[in-house]
């Protein structure tokens, strides 16, 4: 992996779950359980159905919560309060983690489709707190969801982010075409690389250590 790819970039991106801290950790298996607990009780269904739904609404609008709000006007803000009230017990801080980042030349921003007060506990939980120029949530992209390019360009315009010299960090695959498109670098942060055709041009690197690949490319 040559250096030199990333001595053009000045503007860092990076995902939150799953990308700021390993899927061993199991956080978001938290949130998944209030996702479908939050749409049984909303829209008065079983588990079954509402895990069903949960994961459908996922595949095809990019968050259960987009789905949520098309296809039955559910009011995100409640939705984003409930889903997130979880335990940050499972994180711990990653010293080694906050040094790459710190590493870093340029601006350093992190961009979810969660919210960003959830987003700020979980960097403070992984010892990241002051390392991030700015943070962004889906209420930032007026709750349009990542892959969708609206809500790149909602969000990068906001930041004032040069796409042709920033980079992307990001452990769904998906989430990273749009970035691809607009001349961002890509990095796939996950256990194994993106099957295809997820896995296509559109990721230009994979990760299953992102401090270590940091550590390469500063």
């Known amino acids: ?44 269904v079983d588990a079954p159905r509402a ?23 559910v009011d995100p803000l409640p939705y984003l309060d409930a889903v997130h009230d979880i335990s940050f017990a499972p994180l711990f801080p990653d010293a080694h983690l906050a040094a790459r980042i710190r590493a870093l ?7 979810t489709n969660g919210s960003a007060p959830y987003a700020e506990r979980v960097i403070e939980a992984r010892g990241l707190s002051g390392l991030f120029d700015a943070v962004y949530g889906v209420e930032h992209a007026g709750f349009l969801p990542k892959p969708e390019r609206a809500a ?17 960090f990001e452990d769904d695959p998906r989430n990273l075409r749009v970035p691809h498109e607009m001349g961002m670098k890509t990095v796939h942060v996950a256990p194994t690389p993106a099957p295809r055709p997820d896995g296509g041009d559109h990721i230009h690197h994979h990760t299953d250590d992102l401090p270590t690949f940091l550590g390469k490319i500063v």
């Open 105 to 111: 030349p340029g601006r350093r921003i992190v961009y």
């Open 1 to 44: 992996m040559p250096k030199q790819d990333f001595s053009h970039v000045s503007t860092w991106v990076f995902d939150l779950d799953n990308t700021l801290y390993p899927p061993e950790m199991r956080l978001f298996d938290q949130i998944e359980t209030r996702m479908t607990d939050y749409v049984m009780h909303t829209l008065g």
């Open 51 to 73: 895990n069903h739904l949960r994961k459908h609404y996922w595949r095809e609008y990019g968050t259960t919560l987009a789905g949520l709000m098309r296809e039955h006007d």
């Open 152 to 168: 790149f360009e909602a969000i990068f315009a906001r930041d004032g982010v040069t796409t042709e010299t920033a980079a992307m």
